[in-house]
């Protein structure tokens, strides 16, 4: 089958209306929303426009199945997330060919992404299985203390665009596996991979009710109403860090408990002692890895002086020789952004270093044509104060400054108010603790560019969030704590 024929079947293939208690239905309204192709600026297709009354329909049903579903056997449960996990595998190719078309990653890149939104249910599978709890005697012999753990309860979900299916099993794998229903809303730009996802849940047999989607142009208009009804217990939100302040702030009323998956400003060091061409790898994996459109993504790098210049000739070299083009051809390595005012504000933040005296070596011009294109660019020399050290990019620039001594490079990797990730290259391994424990970040890579894995606990410090995802401290996120004070 030819892509084209390829792309069209897996649109196709897709519910385009709302979940809402195991049915597949139309906005009340009638409106529909338009998903568009980011490589050609051209519609996809249409998938329906959730208005307050159909987002308060999916709580309705998040709230009437929580009782049934956290009474399921945690066996039962699961077993769901065990087949869903081989079924979106089994389905990898065809969903990577969705992702793409919708979010512009290259499909190789978009198949990762499928692989590791599957691990996430085959992690919690397991972690279903290990909601415990403990007993003990008080201190002074006369009673006991017996502490369970039970689920939330309701959750509303809210994911980005960036990752547009993993970000959604992150938090529906612990949830489902704590036994907390859900209603999921997708990022408008993305909504097609969260609705395949969907359609495999219904598949493997996950009770109508227990997991709601909804898609809508009015993100704030439907969640907001939710945020503020008593029987919703949870809100967990990966975005951007402005979005979280403000949902932070309307979760404050009902006092909801909260994850926050924000904002990064990731620094990538490199000490002189490092494997140079360790270092090189890692920096491409850390600043190419979803064309640079990653919360996680190599931001700055600060690199030691007598190895700067050498450094950022590498990493040229390297970005340089991947190829530009829609993620569905053959060996296209660097796909579109997300839209016009993303490749703007990328555009703009390479101008304002170049005017602040930095060097270029490659890149930085905007290619002619269709698709929100931006070529991977390299900038050496960057002074401390460009922009573009201290905003998140989102996009294949790898701006380039040095540091003097290790104090001075602990104090520019914490010189901002993210604190997501950093990554450090150094073969000295008292260095190597030294500066990790210096950092301000919820996670370091140690001379490597890559953190992200369903067992690990993922998350930020500062304003890059609350809570973690992953890992066992992914479900504790999911439930609460119940202490009983037994008189024997
Ligand atoms: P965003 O603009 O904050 O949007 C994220 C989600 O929030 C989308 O579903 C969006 O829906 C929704 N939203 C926007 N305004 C809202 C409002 N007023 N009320 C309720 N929902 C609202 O972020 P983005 O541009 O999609 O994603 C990129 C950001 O996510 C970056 O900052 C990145 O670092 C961060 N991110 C963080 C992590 C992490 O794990 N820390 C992972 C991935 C991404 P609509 O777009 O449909 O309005």
Redesign the pocket.
Same mark, same amino acid.
């Given at each position: 089958m030819s892509i084209a024929a390829e792309e069209h079947t897996v649109v196709d293939k897709v519910q385009k209306k709302l979940y809402i208690g195991g049915e597949w239905r139309d906005a009340s309204g009638g409106g529909t929303l338009e998903v568009i192709d980011p490589a050609t600026e051209e519609p996809l297709c249409e998938v329906a426009d959730a208005t307050p009354e159909d987002a308060k329909a999916a709580l309705d049903a998040a709230v009437s199945m929580q009782a049934e579903w956290a009474a399921t056997p945690a066996n039962d449960r699961a077993g769901i997330l065990w087949k869903a996990f081989e079924l979106i595998v089994e389905r990898a190719d065809e969903l990577a060919v969705l992702m793409t078309l919708e979010m512009g990653k290259p499909v190789s890149e978009s198949k990762a992404e499928i692989i590791y939104a599957a691990d996430f249910f085959r992690w919690f599978s397991g972690e279903a299985l290990r909601t415990d709890g403990s007993y003990k005697q008080f201190a002074n012999g006369t009673s006991r203390v017996l502490v369970m753990k039970q689920p939330v309860g309701p959750s509303l979900m809210? &994911? *980005?665009?960036?990752?547009p299916l993993a970000?959604g099993t992150r938090k529906l794998g612990p949830a489902l596996a704590a036994g907390c229903t859900s209603v999921v809303? *997708? =990022? !408008?730009?993305t909504p097609l991979s969260m609705l395949a996802l969907g359609q495999i849940l219904e598949e493997v047999g996950l009770p109508g009710g227990v997991v709601n989607i909804f898609t &809508? !142009?009015s !993100?704030?208009g439907t %969640?907001?109403p939710l945020i503020e009804d008593p029987r919703l217990r949870k809100l967990s939100? &990966?975005?951007? %860090?402005?979005?979280?302040r403000? #949902?932070i702030e309307a979760s404050a009323k009902n006092v909801l408990k909260v994850s926050m998956? #924000?904002?990064?400003n990731a620094p990538f060091l490199v000490f002189e002692d490092a494997d140079l061409d360790e270092a090189v790898e890692g920096a491409l994996l850390a600043k190419m890895r979803n064309i640079g459109e =990653?919360?996680t993504a190599a931001n700055r790098f600060h690199v030691a002086e007598p190895i700067r210049e050498e450094f950022a000739r590498r990493l040229a070299e390297k970005m340089a020789s991947l190829k530009i083009g829609r993620g569905t051809e053959d060996d296209v390595k660097v796909g579109p952004l997300i839209d016009q005012p993303s490749r703007e504000k990328v555009a703009e933040l390479v101008e304002d270093a170049l005017e602040r005296g930095a060097k270029r070596v490659i890149g930085g011009e905007l290619p002619d044509g269709r698709g929100y294109f931006y070529p991977p660019t390299v900038l050496d020399e960057v002074p401390p104060e460009a922009r573009v050290f201290h905003e998140?990019i989102?996009g294949p620039v790898a701006p380039v400054g040095t540091f003097a001594s290790e104090e001075e490079a602990i104090a520019r990797a914490n010189d901002t108010e993210y604190g #997501?990730v950093a990554y450090v290259f150094t073969r000295d391994i008292k260095r190597a603790i030294r500066v990790c424990e210096g950092l301000e970040t919820g996670m370091v890579g140690l001379n490597q560019g890559m953190v992200s894995n369903a067992g690990a606990p993922?998350?930020?410090v500062k304003q890059?969030?609350i809570g973690r995802?992953g890992g066992h401290e992914g479900l504790e996120e999911f439930l609460e704590t119940k202490y009983v004070a037994v008189n024997l």
């Open positions: 809210i &994911t *980005p665009w960036n990752f970000m809303k *997708p =990022a !408008s730009q &809508t !142009s !993100s704030g %969640t907001g939100f &990966t975005g951007s %860090t402005e979005v979280g403000n #949902l998956e #924000l904002g990064g =990653a919360c998140e989102f #997501l993922f998350g930020g890059s969030g995802e």
